[in-house]
């Protein structure tokens, strides 16, 4: 329902907002997060807080959705993403995870796990499918998320 309100603000406020997201493998595999209020998988990450950095934010948002922690980050691109009304920049990053297991917060994060980039579930948001398929070369980069 949050969710929901959330939109309806967006398309009559327009806010500009920012996000890092990130994509993390592990023994060449990649995490997806599944929220509880959408059945999509997505790219961990989220919004970036006043004077707070984007690699900052990346880490923080990554920390939080899966109780992961990262190795260094690299940058992979700044994207544009006009939908549900609002304009938000997202910034990618990619990143190893370190050692450890995984641990969603279930309040926000229904589910939380690795796949095979070549067997990603249906539910992948196609978003997230376009960033995996640029990461892994199978598609020129967009500037759009």
Not at 3 to 18: C, D, E, K, S
Not at 52 to 69: K, N, W
Request: aromatic share 10%; proline share 3%.
């Amino acid at each position: 329902m949050l969710h929901q309100l959330r939109r309806l603000y967006w398309q009559f406020a327009r806010p500009t907002t920012l996000g890092a997201r990130c994509i993390v493998t592990r023994n060449d595999r990649v995490l997806l997060v599944r929220h509880t209020y959408d059945a999509h998988w997505y790219l961990p990450g989220g919004g970036v807080y006043r004077g707070e950095s984007f690699q900052d934010a990346a880490r923080r948002e990554v920390f939080e959705e899966t109780g992961l922690r990262l190795g260094e980050l690299r940058l992979l691109g700044v994207y544009l993403n006009t939908r549900e009304g609002k304009i938000d920049r997202v910034v990618l990053f990619h990143a190893e995870a370190a050692d450890g297991e995984i641990a969603a917060d279930h309040r926000e994060i229904g589910a939380a796990r690795f796949f095979d980039s070549s067997a990603l579930p249906d539910e992948t948001s196609p978003a997230t499918r376009r960033r995996l398929h640029e990461y892994a070369g199978k598609a020129t980069p967009s500037s759009q998320w």
